[in-house]
């Protein structure tokens, strides 16, 4: 039986997924799904009164959509229609291509890590922070708002210790560039552009002391919690994101077995069988959550630390797929 991992051609961290995956034996089909265009990817899906076939052939590899046991929705990315020119064409084809894509992973009656209805679920930061707290975890201060004077009176409630961040995607993408948005201190700087705000809503939240930060990988039950000296730079101390390998050390952590159980409990609030927890660990010990990444990146955290990360997501897979 095969196990699905929908992803795109860049992701390395499925290559070292696969690895583990044929380490064990396991049969893994691997779909690129920017490649959803012209017969690149090829699509034969008959229906009749009593027959239902589904096949897809990729990459000189064909699969019948009934052998799949298990799936991992890793990274999937739209198709690349940079050689198609006109607007209404364009549009037409990514809405076919997204009807038979949600359509093809609803039909998957299998095993997932994680199912795409509930990882779309679980992205959003405001309903983790709505949530997490339910569970008993600690979250900072936040404000959402696209009111100014509401911005100020917060900055002033904190003490002018406050931090904006982005409520989705951290990325700026133009004409084949692209920018990361990181998590910044707002100062009295930014306070003289706070007129920005009203075009869009923003996030603050206020700005908590870290003695570390936390990097807490979750598969199926086991815990993978990863210390992050994140204050050791001056480059990572506000986001850890802007990576400073070489002067931030990472190495396996134990976690409190209440703070344990607490993670485990968002994940099962929001049926996942995969995420990634960021937190942050104060000069006083207390636990704070930052958010959850219900799909997020593992294998730096595994190089570095040695956790048998991929090891464990290959064996959940496997396991499902027999």
């Given at each position: 039986m095969a196990i699905l991992l929908i992803t795109n051609e860049l992701d390395i961290t499925s290559d070292a997924l696969i690895e583990a995956i044929e380490k064990r034996d396991g049969q893994v089909f691997r779909l690129n799904t920017e490649n959803f265009i012209g017969d690149m990817i090829k699509i034969n899906v008959e229906i009749g009164n009593q027959y239902f076939?589904?096949?897809?052939?990729?990459?000189?590899?064909?699969?019948?959509?009934?052998?799949?046991?298990?799936?991992?929705?890793r990274r999937p990315i739209r198709p690349k229609l940079t050689h198609i020119n006109d607007d209404a064409s364009r549009s037409f084809i990514e809405a076919e291509t997204a009807a038979f894509t949600s359509w093809l992973w609803q039909s998957l009656h299998c095993f997932w890590v994680s199912?795409?209805?509930?990882?779309?679920?679980?992205?959003?930061?405001?309903?983790?922070?709505?949530i997490a707290p339910l569970l008993g975890l600690r979250i900072p201060r936040t404000l959402i708002t696209n009111k100014p004077d509401d911005v100020r009176r917060f900055y002033e409630e904190c003490n002018g210790e406050i931090v904006n961040k982005v409520l989705a995607k951290g990325v700026i993408e133009h004409e084949g560039d692209s920018w990361n948005i990181y998590t910044h201190r707002v100062g009295e700087q930014h306070l003289r552009d706070l007129e920005l705000v009203r075009e869009v809503p923003c996030l603050f939240q206020e700005r908590i002391e870290k003695s570390f930060e936390l990097r807490v990988t979750i598969v199926g039950n086991q815990v993978f919690p990863a210390k992050i000296c994140s204050q050791s730079s001056t480059r990572t101390?506000?986001?850890?994101?802007?990576?400073?390998i070489g002067n931030t050390p990472h190495m396996p952590y134990m976690l409190p077995t209440e703070v344990e159980r607490q993670c485990l409990a968002l994940l099962r609030y929001y049926k996942l069988n995969f995420?990634?927890?960021?937190?942050?660990?104060?000069?006083?010990?207390?636990?704070?959550?930052?958010?959850?990444?219900?799909?997020?990146?593992?294998?730096?955290?595994?190089?570095?630390?040695?956790?048998?990360?991929?090891?464990?997501?290959?064996?959940?897979?496997i396991r499902a797929s027999v």
């Open positions: 076939r589904p096949i897809l052939e990729y990459c000189s590899r064909r699969i019948e959509l009934s052998t799949i046991r298990s799936a991992f929705y199912p795409p209805r509930n990882i779309r679920s679980a992205e959003s930061k405001i309903d983790q922070l709505r101390r506000d986001d850890w994101r802007r990576y400073d995420g990634a927890i960021d937190m942050i660990v104060t000069p006083d010990g207390e636990y704070i959550f930052l958010e959850l990444n219900p799909n997020g990146q593992w294998l730096w955290i595994e190089r570095l630390t040695g956790m048998p990360i991929s090891e464990a997501i290959a064996d959940m897979l």
